[in-house]
């Protein structure tokens, strides 16, 4: 049982547009949630997270936006580089130090 | 800090043989995940250390695999016997206590032929 799910595998988006990727959840005792970028035969890297206290949280060109009504989040990404072109994965955690991951989602942003 | 070290990168075995991939965490880090990529799901975690103790093998797939961690610099898993199956990029990671972000290593992708 997917406990995290991002439902697209995949994403495509022209430079300096904007990029909104997207993750659902189940269990609603997960109170952290992060966002992991993993580039082609690399491990995945942090790049952004966000506590169930809030709804937003803003890093540079990267925010997460978090409903908890609707156990859904998102990461936008403003505006978009060919850099940023790589497997996105959202990530939840509870009261153990436990992240579960989703499927990932594959980001391709066209110069 | 050299970050994360898992070996090898690359494994390529025969179905039935033994595997065993190895970590190397951050030192000081006092958890340590075992996670497989597969693209149906994603990122599975398979087990997990605090301070060298197994806490949550629930992920581990079957009595095929075991995991040890001996001492705080070292992590081992194990695949015996190997099946086609397993195929998939292993990666280990670690996190500071009660911390939330995780350091991955680079991976060991595993093919089993």
Redesign the interface.
Known sequence: D?QVK?NSPSLSVQEGRISILNCDYTNSMFD?F?W?KKYP??????LI?ISSIKDKNEDGRFTVFLNKSAKHLSLHIVPSQPGDSAVY?C?A?GA?????????TLLAVQP | DAG?IQSPRHEVTEMGQEVTLRCKPISGHD?L?W?RQT???????LI?F?NNVP??DSGMPEDRFSAKMPNASFSTLKIQPSEPRDSAVY?C?S?L???????????TRLTVV
Not at chain 1, 41 to 46: D, S
Not at chain 2, 97 to 107: A, D, K, L
Request: net charge positive; proline share 2%; glycine share 16%.
């Open positions: 997917q991002q952290y992060l992991y035969a690399e491990g995945p890297t942090f997270s994965f990530a955690g153990t130090n436990k992240l579960i991951f989703g499927t990932g | 994360v958890y995940f996670y693209m149906m799901r994603g990122l599975e975690l997990y605090n806490i949550d990666f990671a996190s206590i009660r911390g939330r972000s995780y350091t991955f290593g680079s991976g």
